[in-house]
């Protein structure tokens, strides 16, 4: 992990204050990355929690974890069916 | 300020203020299938299975195209209740 307190401790000259900007930059655009992962990662699980898991039982069973899989990759085609139908309507000037 | 910087600068801000509408239109877009997934996916996906069949991928379709029915018939009912002052 970058060690960000020693960087800010003295005014420096300006070349080495945009290298560490950018690396600024760098850093913030990994954890935005990450938080949109798990951002997703949370979306997928509200939608085949419901989707796939009736009672939940003392484990894990393989046709449940078989509709976990299945539920994430047809959610994923649903919504570029619906993304490329929208768009075609829009595009037609959809009433 | 003279005025190329002027005219430069008030160019650069409706450059600015064009990328914006764009970007507000494409995360319009994008709340709009978000929307229109959470309500179809709901309606047509049963138990997911190893593909997407087609009986599947037209009731998506038809869901979408229903639901945007529904919102206007109830656009137009509630606007005219609203007219008539409902009570």
């Given at each position: 992990m970058?060690?960000?307190n020693s960087s800010f401790d003295m005014?420096?000259?300006s070349s080495s204050e945009s290298a560490e900007a950018a690396e600024l930059q760098r850093l913030?655009?990994?954890e935005q990355q990450k938080a949109q992962f798990q951002a997703q990662v949370h979306n997928f699980m509200?939608?085949?929690w419901d989707k796939c898991m009736d009672k939940p039982s003392s484990k894990l069973d393989s046709r449940t974890?078989?509709?976990l899989v299945n539920c994430v990759e047809r959610f994923i085609d649903t919504t570029l069916t619906i993304t490329n139908r929208f768009t075609q309507m829009v595009?037609?000037?959809?009433?």
């Open positions: 970058a060690d960000f005014p420096s000259a913030i655009a990994v509200d939608v085949c974890e078989t509709c595009q037609k000037g959809a009433h």
